[in-house]
């Protein structure tokens, strides 16, 4: 399955700054949707305020999804991949 990567910077509640990955299908293109789902991600990890947009999601590469992503994609609609501040 090719997948659409979205880099995504958002500001913490406590000022510290998460850096994640948030990993759709490629055919889904609707930037509104994709925030939502990062939207869904930062209300579990209780910083569910922030501000998330453009400014902090874009698009940013295509690849092959291993199939842990497939299934997370198949159950959800997307794919979180932690880079850095998520824990």
């Known amino acids: 399955m090719k997948v659409a990567v979205w880099d995504t910077y958002v500001v913490r509640n406590d000022g ?14 609707d930037a509104m949707q994709i925030y939502s789902f990062g939207k ?17 999601c874009s698009f940013c590469h ?14 959800k609609g997307y794919h979180i991949i932690e880079m850095e501040g998520c824990e």
């Open 62 to 75: 295509i690849e092959s999804a291993g199939e842990d992503i497939i299934k997370s994609i198949e159950a």
């Open 40 to 56: 869904q991600y930062l209300a579990g990890k209780n910083e569910d305020g922030n501000k998330l947009s453009a400014e902090e």
């Open 16 to 29: 510290s700054r998460m850096h994640f990955d948030i990993v759709v299908p490629v055919a889904l293109k």
